[in-house]
C-alpha cells in the first residue's frame, strides 16, 4: 500500500512539474508575443507619427503656398484698385477737357475779324496824329508841306486831316487790343454738356466696383438725371438698387441696425424703380429678385412671396427664376 502511495505521489509530482514546464513555456512564449507585439505597435505608432509628421509638413506647404498666392492676389487687387483710381481720374479729368479745346476755336476766329475793324478806325484818328506831330505842332500852318523831303513823318501827319486813309496802313498797332478784347470770351463759352453717357455710367460703375457705394450712387443718379431714356438707364437704376443693399450688409456686418434697415428700404423702393420706369430692361428680373431678398432681411416674407411669384409668372426663363423658385419654397414651408 505504501508502495502505491509513494508511486502515485512522484506521478503527481511528475505531473505537476511537466504543467509547470509546459506552463512556463506557455509563458515564455506570451512574453515573447507581447514583446513583439509591443514592437509591432510601436513600430506602427513610429510609422504614424512619422506620416502626421509628413502630413502635417505638407499642409504647412500648403498653407504657407495659399499665403504667398493671397499675398499675390491682394497685390494685384490693389494694383487693380490703382488702375481703376487712375482710370475714374482719367475719365473725370479728360470728359471736360474733350469739348473746351473743341468750341472755342470757331468763336476766336468769327470774333476776330470784325472786331478790328471797329477798333482800328476810331483808334488812329486820335492817337496817330499824336506820337508823330509833337514836333510838327509848332509850325503847324505851313512847315509840313516844306518839310516833306527832309523827314517823311511830318509829310504823313496831315494826310489822315485831309483823308482817314492814311492811318489804316498803320493798323498793324491796333490789332494787338483786339485780341485781348476776345480772348476772355471764349473760357466763358465752354461747358460739361459734351460728356458721353458711357463715360458717366462707367466713371459710377468703377466707384461700385472699388466699394465705394456712396460715390456710386450719385454717379447713376446723375447718369439718369441727364439720360433718363438711354438704353443702360435700366441697369444704372437697378446698381443704384445694389449700393443700397451693399451698404445695407456693410452696416449689418459692423453691428448698425438701424442704418442697415434704411438702407434695406432704400433699396427695395430703387428696386421698383427698374420695373416701373424701365420695365423693357433686361434688368428687371434680377431686380425683382433682388427686391425679393431685401424684403426678406426687412421680415417682410409675405411682400417677398409676391415678388417671386411675380418674377416666376412674367420671366420664367430668367436666369434668377430657379433661385426664386427655392426661395419661394423655403418660404412656403417655413
Known amino acids: ?11 503527481d509530482v511528475f505531473q505537476l ?3 509547470i514546464a509546459t506552463a512556463q513555456q506557455a509563458a515564455q512564449r506570451a512574453k515573447i508575443d507581447v514583446n513583439r507585439l509591443a514592437g509591432e505597435i510601436d513600430r506602427r505608432a513610429s510609422e504614424q507619427a512619422r506620416e502626421s509628421e509628413r502630413r502635417a509638413a505638407a499642409l504647412t506647404e500648403r498653407l504657407d503656398a495659399l499665403a504667398a498666392t493671397l499675398a499675390r492676389l491682394a497685390a494685384r487687387v490693389d494694383d487693380v484698385g490703382a488702375r481703376l483710381d487712375a482710370l475714374a481720374r482719367q475719365l473725370r479729368a479728360a470728359a471736360p477737357r474733350a469739348p473746351a479745346p473743341a468750341r472755342p ?19 488812329p484818328a486820335a492817337p496817330a496824329p499824336v506820337p508823330p506831330v509833337p514836333a510838327p505842332r509848332t509850325p503847324a500852318p505851313a512847315a509840313p508841306a516844306t518839310v516833306d523831303p527832309t523827314t517823311g513823318r511830318p509829310a504823313a501827319a ?34 460739361t454738356g459734351a460728356l458721353k ?3 458717366i455710367y462707367q466713371a459710377a460703375y468703377i466707384d461700385f466696383s472699388k466699394g465705394s457705394y456712396s460715390l456710386a450712387i450719385a454717379g447713376f443718379r446723375e447718369f439718369l438725371r441727364r439720360f433718363p431714356e438711354h438704353e443702360l438707364a435700366g441697369s444704372g437704376q437697378y446698381w443704384i438698387g445694389e449700393s443700397y443693399l451693399s451698404l445695407a450688409r456693410g452696416y449689418t456686418n459692423t453691428d448698425q441696425a438701424d442704418k442697415a434697415e434704411e438702407a434695406l428700404a432704400q433699396a427695395v423702393l430703387e428696386f421698383k424703380k427698374v420695373l416701373a420706369n424701365h420695365p423693357r430692361s433686361d434688368k428687371v428680373p434680377t431686380a425683382l429678385y433682388k427686391e425679393a431678398l431685401a424684403l426678406i432681411d426687412l421680415k417682410q416674407p409675405q411682400q417677398a412671396q409676391a415678388r417671386l411669384r411675380y418674377l416666376i409668372e412674367n420671366f420664367p426663363q430668367a436666369e434668377e427664376t430657379p433661385l426664386a423658385r427655392e426661395r419661394l419654397a423655403s418660404l412656403t414651408s417655413g
Open 158 to 191: 496831315p494826310a489822315p486831316a485831309g483823308a482817314p486813309a492814311g492811318p489804316t496802313p498803320r493798323v498793324p498797332g491796333a490789332p494787338p487790343p483786339a485780341p485781348i478784347a476776345v480772348v476772355p470770351s471764349p473760357p466763358l463759352r465752354p461747358t
Open 17 to 19: 512539474r511537466s504543467e
Open 105 to 123: 476755336a470757331p468763336p476766336t476766329a468769327a470774333p476776330a475779324a470784325p472786331v478790328p475793324a471797329p477798333v482800328a478806325r476810331p483808334a
Open 1 to 11: 500500500m505504501a508502495e502505491v502511495t509513494g508511486t502515485a505521489t512522484q506521478d
Open 197 to 199: 453717357p458711357q463715360d
